[in-house]
């Protein structure tokens, strides 16, 4: 059974910084790509960052050089360094794991940016 489990949010006050992990069970993660994604209430779901299992990566415009996105195979984690935080990056943040077949999701953590 594959599981993500995302950790790492809070409350921050707007220019601070925060690091999120999305821990993976119960498949081989190495093999997979990642995504990080956000959603604020009444809005879509919006694709943050992503990582392919060769270490390729791109990022929405909106964190280009505030948020890096990085794995560590042997933990089968994947992280979302935020910094620079900002009030409209308030959101649930999610992690994706990309299958051909059947993508998987965590749970999801919340991150509040006050200004």
């Known amino acids: 059974q594959v599981q993500l489990v995302e950790s790492g949010g809070g409350l921050v006050q707007a220019g601070g910084s925060l690091r999120l992990s999305c821990a993976v069970s119960?498949?081989?993660?190495?093999?997979?790509?990642m995504g990080w994604y956000r959603q604020d209430p009444g809005k879509e779901r919006e694709l943050v960052a992503r990582?392919?299992?060769?270490?390729?990566?791109s990022y929405a415009d909106s964190v280009k050089g505030r948020f890096t996105i990085s794995r560590d195979n042997a933990k089968s984690t994947v992280y979302l360094q935020m910094n620079s935080l900002k009030p409209e990056d308030t959101a649930i943040y999610y992690c994706?794991?990309?299958?051909?077949?059947?993508?998987?999701w965590g749970q999801g953590t919340q991150v509040t940016v006050s200004s």
């Open positions: 994706k794991l990309v299958d051909p077949v059947l993508d998987y």
């Open positions: 119960g498949r081989t993660f190495s093999r997979d790509d």
């Open positions: 990582i392919s299992a060769s270490g390729g990566i």
